[in-house]
């Protein structure tokens, strides 16, 4: 029943058309988040903590964890030798889960894709894993990121193929060619949940900015 349960959800969370659909689903989600993604094999935050560690210096801040969720990565970047990490979510449930971890400095429940209130060049790193996917943010999201990070910062983040080949390649060939940001890393395609029916494949990136 439990296994079920985190599909629908999954699959609601995917088909979601608008933010407030997406804060609902994931306030109801928020208990039992943390175990069924257990359950799915969930790679994204691993592999974005591994990205991270490889190109930012340890005890590197503050940091942003944009799309926190329940605070997976946040647990793990402080027992890497970051410390000093805030926290972005649409679901106030989800940051609600997140904040019982005890491990981030701030929390703060907010919508990527429009304007936010921090300041430029506010945070030494970004981390944004499992965020830029069906239902959830599309490129719309990056360019605010790319805002708030300091110049010589990382963003490391996820895609879902299904938005890479619909405008996020090219968009980041774009910032690349206005000299706005570089790649440095790229992951090979991976599915991000083995334990689930969406095979869509993502891929990490860490984006260095200028």
Not at 160 to 179: H, P, S, V
Request: include cysteine.
């Amino acid at each position: 029943m439990a296994d079920k349960k985190h599909r629908g959800a999954l699959g609601a969370a995917y088909a979601a058309k608008r933010p407030e659909e997406v804060a609902a689903l994931y306030d109801r989600w928020s208990d039992t988040y943390d175990a069924d993604m257990s359950t799915a094999g969930y790679r994204h935050p691993t592999i974005c903590l591994a990205l991270l560690a490889r190109h930012l210096p340890r005890g590197a801040a503050p940091l942003l964890d944009a799309g926190a969720g329940t605070g997976l990565i946040g647990e793990w970047l402080d027992i890497a030798g970051y410390p000093q990490v805030e926290a972005l979510d649409i679901s106030q449930g989800m940051l609600d889960q997140a904040a019982r971890k005890g491990v981030y400095s701030a929390l703060h429940c907010l919508a990527l894709g429009g304007s936010l209130p921090f300041a430029d060049h506010a945070y030494a790193g970004i981390i944004s894993a499992g965020v830029f996917t069906s239902g959830h943010v599309g490129v719309e999201g990056l360019d605010e990121l790319i805002r708030i990070c300091r110049p010589g910062g990382v963003i490391v983040l996820t895609v879902k193929n299904t938005l890479w080949e619909a405008g996020f390649a090219a968009r980041i060939a774009e910032l690349e060619e206005q000299g706005r940001v570089i790649t440095v890393e790229e992951t090979r395609p991976y599915v991000s949940m083995p334990g689930e029916t969406d095979t869509v494949p993502s891929r990490g990136l860490v984006l260095r900015v200028k």
